[in-house]
Every structure is written in structure tokens, then in C-alpha cells.
């Protein structure tokens, strides 16, 4: 008997734009599956969607034991996990979720990776189901780069986003006026750790960092002084997780939030 489901939003981005061009990008493996799995262990079912209704790629960063704490099974049994498991495979598309209703879900959890700061930090579908989740006050959670999709939330979501391109940080706060989280705690990956991507990954700058966007949208940020170190910031019912370490401590607390609501 299941404890209930749970609704894991991915990202279908393969590209970012960063400065000067693009660059290949994609979901963190470790971020989706290590809280997916404990999702499961702890007997809540998992939905997959993206926008367009396939699997997210996986950016080939994130593909390596080194995110499992250098545990070769651990990395083989989340490969295994996400390639071949129903909850993984089974994908619905954003608009799919909705028309069903999203009533049946107990959660949301948006995995990072930067995908998240292409399509769904912009997308119509996943911010009406934020809203959904906010107004029924139902557990929130989001990993790394995923708390970048709150701002789906908004009303005008693809503006804002052109506007932090441009660099424009005042027109992107008048934007952002109304959003349903403006208040609330929340973290999200540093500024100094997107310097070490930019430096060692990107090999580019990209256009804006994560909290300086959640500050202009009207977020309280918190980041750790201290580089991945695991960080997870609760405030009502959103759940924020800073970076690819925070993949237990996220989960845990994730589960933790389900449990409390069915008792």
C-alpha cells in the first residue's frame, strides 16, 4: 500500500546560453535519483514529468561514482535506477500531470543539474503547478540549480528571465512582483560554486547566478561560507537543497515533511 506520490519535475534542456555562445548541459543524475530512491525505500510511488514528456539528459558532469561518494555500486545501482525503473521511464509531459489532476500528488521535487535555468525557470506548466502545491501548502522541494524553477511561479516568468540575461536585475525585480514565495527562506547553488562550473566545466561565464535571481524575484538566500557543503533551508512548505551534496540531507527531509503531513 502506497504512502502516496510524489511528482518529479525534470528538466528537458541539453544547452545553456552562457557568454559568447552555448554549452552542453543537462540534469545532475545524483540530484534526481539518490531522493527518488529514498522516496520509494520509504513507500511513496514517483511520477516523472518533463515539458515535452521524455527522460531528462543526464549532463555527463554528474555521470561518474564521484557524485556517489566514490561508491561504485551506489553509482550502478542509480544508473540502473533511472534507465530502466518504471518511476523513471513512465514519463508524462507537464500539461499531461495536470489535466489528470494534480490533487493525487502528496509533493513536488525538482532536481537540479542547470538545466532547470533554461526551460523550466520559464515554463507556464510548471508554474501552474507550483501554484497548486503553494496554495495547498504541500511539501515543495528543490535541489541545487532546481530551486532556479520557482520563479515558473510567476506571472511573467520568460520576461524575467530576459531580463536577467540582459542584466537588467531592477526590471527583473518589478517582474517579479506578486510572486507566491517573495518572503520565504530558501537556498540555492552559490555564486561561488557556479564560479568553479564556469571555471572547470563551462569554461565561460554564464549570464546570472542562482541567488542573485531568487534575491531579485524577492527570496531570502542563504548559501553556506564554505563551498558544497551540504545545506538544506526549510521555510513552510518549501524544502531547498544548495548543491549535489545535499542529495541525502534533502531527501531526508523530504520524506521527513510526508510523513509529518500523513500523521
Known amino acids: 500500500m502506497t504512502k502516496g506520490t510524489v511528482l518529479v519535475i525534470g528538466s528537458n534542456a541539453t544547452r545553456i546560453e552562457i557568454q559568447g555562445g552555448w554549452a ?25 514529468a518533463t515539458p515535452d514528456g521524455t527522460q531528462p539528459h543526464i549532463d555527463e558532469a554528474s555521470d ?13 545501482r542509480a544508473r540502473d535506477f533511472f ?18 489532476g494534480l490533487d493525487r500528488y502528496a509533493a513536488v521535487f525538482v ?6 535555468v533554461v526551460d523550466l525557470m520559464q515554463s507556464a506548466e510548471l508554474g501552474e503547478i507550483l501554484r497548486h ?5 504541500k511539501p515543495t522541494a528543490l535541489l541545487c ?18 531580463a536577467l540575461i540582459a542584466g537588467d536585475t531592477s526590471k527583473a525585480a518589478e517582474l517579479a512582483h506578486g510572486w507566491a514565495y517573495a518572503g520565504y527562506r530558501m537556498t540555492v547553488f552559490s555564486a561561488s560554486e557556479e564560479k ?19 534575491t531579485a524575484a524577492g527570496g531570502t538566500v542563504e548559501t553556506t561560507a564554505t563551498d558544497f557543503a551540504p545545506n538544506v ?12 551534496r545535499s542529495d541525502h540531507p534533502i531527501a531526508a527531509a523530504l520524506v521527513e515533511a510526508l510523513d509529518a503531513r500523513r500523521h
Request: hydrophobic fraction near 45%; proline fraction near 7%.
Open 83 to 100: 534507465f530502466h525503473d518504471p518511476a523513471m521511464t513512465a514519463v508524462r509531459t507537464l500539461r499531461q500531470v495536470i489535466y489528470e
Open 64 to 76: 561518474s561514482a564521484d557524485h556517489f561518494g566514490g561508491d561504485e555500486a551506489a553509482y550502478a
Open 233 to 244: 533551508v526549510i521555510d513552510r512548505e518549501l524544502i531547498t537543497g544548495q548543491n549535489p
Open 24 to 48: 552542453a548541459t543537462g540534469q545532475y543524475l545524483n540530484e534526481t535519483v539518490v531522493p527518488a530512491m529514498a522516496l520509494v525505500a520509504a513507500g511513496y510511488d514517483v511520477v516523472l
Open 196 to 214: 568553479v562550473v564556469e571555471d572547470n566545466i563551462l569554461h565561460a561565464k554564464m549570464y546570472f547566478d542562482m541567488p542573485q535571481a531568487l
Open 111 to 116: 532536481p537540479g543539474g542547470q538545466a532547470p
Open 133 to 137: 502545491f503553494h496554495a495547498q501548502a
Open 145 to 162: 540549480h532546481g530551486p532556479i524553477a520557482l520563479t515558473a511561479a510567476m506571472e511573467q516568468a520568460p520576461a524575467f528571465r530576459a
